[in-house]
T-cell receptor
Framework: GQSLEQPSEVTAVEGAIVQINCTYQTSGFYGLSWYQQHDGGAPTFLSYNGLDGLEETGRFSSFLSRSDSYGYLLLQELQMKDSASYFCAVRLLIYNQGGKLIFGQGTELSVKP | NAGVTQTPKFQVLKTGQSMTLQCAQDMNHNSMYWYRQDPGMGLRLIYYSASEGTTDKGEVPNGYNVSRLNKREFSLRLESAAPSQTSVYFC?????????????FGEGSRLTVL
């Protein structure tokens, strides 16, 4: 089966840096994505790592290590609006059918003043 | 830009009733997905369609059926609703194979089964 693990809750203060980790056990791994969800609304895409290393998009960065089956999302200069749920998702490679995404259970980030 | 549109947004059913959730995307995407999200949980894949004419089971397909009507539309049917199917249902779409890992989600359909 497929499994992804991430912390259920993280708390940080405004302006700080926070890292949300994700470890996975899957077959046919192709890449790792991160999504943000506010108050049960539509999840929105943040970043994708298809290769090992760091991807940077503004205040957000994401890292992948395939050998360790591990990735993380790094949020810098935290703002109150970053309070949300963050999900890691593994893209599985299925021959001739494209990929499907399996999500972790999410990390609730609370940003305090 | 509509993106991914789901209908209905809210629905209350009695146990045993049937209903269909509709999803349409206007981004010319090949792949479409149905997820469910329960309180405090992640998104669990019910079914997905890699391209028009194909569908495949996800993690929790029992009690559901899907139809990829055409490239734009992907519907989810509950034949005999059960209280365990009370959830928020999200439809999503992506370019072929989701090569960038990016899915575009609809706003969700909130279903309560009494």
């Amino acid at each position: 089966g497929q499994s992804l693990e991430q912390p259920s809750e993280v708390t940080a203060v405004e302006g700080a840096i926070v890292q949300i980790n994700c470890t996975y056990q899957t077959s046919g791994f192709y890449g790792l994505s991160w999504y943000q969800q506010h108050d049960g609304g539509a999840p929105t895409f943040l970043s994708y790592n298809g290769l090992d290393g760091l991807e940077e998009t503004g205040r957000f960065s994401s890292f992948l290590s395939r050998s360790d089956s591990y990735g993380y999302l790094l949020l810098q200069e935290l703002q109150m609006k970053d309070s949300a749920s963050y999900f890691c998702a593994v893209r599985l490679l299925i021959y001739n059918q494209g990929g499907k995404l399996i999500f972790g259970q999410g990390t609730e980030l609370s940003v305090k003043p | 830009n509509a993106g991914v549109t789901q209908t209905p947004k809210f629905q209350v059913l009695k146990t045993g009733q049937s209903m269909t959730l509709q999803c349409a995307q206007d981004m010319n995407h090949n792949s479409m997905y149905w997820y469910r999200q329960d309180p405090g949980m992640g998104l669990r894949l019910i079914y997905y369609s890699a391209s028009e004419g194909t569908t495949d089971k996800g993690e929790v397909p029992n009690g559901y059926n899907v139809s990829r009507l055409n490239k734009r539309e992907f519907s989810l049917r509950l034949e005999s609703a059960a209280p365990s199917q009370t959830s928020v249902y999200f439809c999503a779409s992506s370019e072929a194979g989701g090569t960038t890992g990016e899915l575009f989600f609809g706003e969700g359909s909130r279903l309560t089964v009494l």
